[in-house]
């Protein structure tokens, strides 16, 4: 999932809250990963749910683009 940041942030995130330590999940996030356990092929499979039912609208926004509702600024002449 390496190509995917976005998904593996979500699947960490959602790893992380769901198996919050040892007594949940054997491993943590990274090696569960590599060992593709299936505490982290559960989180994947929560994660491309939430991304689904969001639309892809897990889109970082524009920082500096300006909202709809203010014009831009006039240059000075």
């Known amino acids: 999932m390496e190509h995917d940041l976005q998904l593996r942030a979500a699947a960490r995130a959602i790893y992380d809250a769901v198996y919050p330590g040892e007594e949940w999940a054997p491993v943590g996030f990274e090696q569960a990963e590599r ?15 939430a991304r ?26």
Do not use: M
């Open 52 to 77: 689904s039912l969001l639309g892809e609208r897990l889109v970082q926004p524009d920082l500096f683009a300006l909202p709809p509702s203010l014009p831009p600024a006039r240059a000075r002449g």
């Open 35 to 49: 060992l593709r356990t299936v505490h982290y092929r559960q989180a994947v499979d929560a994660a491309r749910q």
